[in-house]
């Protein structure tokens, strides 16, 4: 399973920008996919999981804000970022794991894929 992210880029605080997550090579039936970012010299955040049921669950700090959705026939995952502030300035990453639970969304090891990742820029 190959993940790649697009759709990053420079917006200005409260604009949007909606962030892809392409997976090949398998299906993503059966995986939950989350979604990490890491800020420069930060510890990587969890963000959001989208799990193979269509369940979805955030972060406090994106919640209300961001959304993530699939998309089956395209084999594709979204984080829609609405509302967005400077300090959501981070290089964003899908993750797939196919034993994903709640108690453990929240810890990239859980995850056994990553796509390389796509910058979002929000300026003042």
């Known amino acids: 399973l190959q993940l790649v992210e697009s759709g990053g880029g420079l917006v200005q605080a409260g604009g949007s920008l909606r962030l892809s997550c392409a997976a090949s090579?398998?299906?993503?039936?059966?995986?939950?996919v989350g979604w990490f970012r890491q800020a420069p010299e930060k510890e990587r955040e969890f963000v959001g999981i989208?799990?193979?049921?269509?369940?979805?669950y955030y972060s406090d700090s994106v919640k209300g804000r961001f959304t993530i959705s699939k998309d089956g026939a395209k084999n594709t995952v979204y984080l829609q970022m609405n509302s967005l502030k400077p300090e959501d300035t981070a290089v964003y990453y899908c993750?797939?794991?196919?034993?994903?639970?709640?108690?453990?969304?929240?810890?990239?090891?859980?995850?056994?894929?990553w796509g390389q990742g796509t910058q979002v820029t929000v300026s003042s």
């Open positions: 989208i799990r193979d049921n269509g369940y979805t």
């Open positions: 993750a797939a794991g196919s034993a994903v639970i709640l108690s453990n969304a929240r810890n990239g090891a859980a995850y056994g894929y």
């Open positions: 090579g398998r299906t993503l039936n059966g995986y939950s």
